[in-house]
């Protein structure tokens, strides 16, 4: 199973709300095998997730991390989508579509 993990400052609304993004974005786009949580900056380490959402503000401080996904708005749906597809083809997750 693969792990995407939607990080902020904090751990709790900007990251909770990008982690109800992208699930909603993976039933979109019919992608299975893959699990989303959020947490904050702090608690991650290298290794925890496949891929890691975050936003500009925090990339920098993400840095080493992993595979690492910048999003330039994490209010940006077409933006989740694209990135969100990259990351599941980088991390051969199936789809159904």
Do not use: W, Y
Not at 15 to 33: A, D, R, Y
Not at 49 to 56: K, P, Q, S
Not at 76 to 90: M, P
């Amino acid at each position: 199973m693969t792990k995407f993990l939607a990080v902020c400052s904090t751990g709790l609304g900007s990251s909770f709300m990008v982690h109800m993004n992208i699930e909603k974005v993976l039933k979109e786009l019919q992608i299975t095998g893959v699990t989303v949580d959020h947490t904050d900056l702090g608690s991650v380490a290298n290794g925890d997730a496949d891929a890691i959402f975050v936003g500009r503000d925090i990339a920098e401080a993400a840095e080493g991390l992993g595979d690492v996904v910048v999003l330039d708005s994490i209010i940006d749906l077409n933006e989740l989508r694209t990135k969100v597809g990259e990351a599941a083809r980088r991390h051969n997750v199936p789809s159904a579509g």
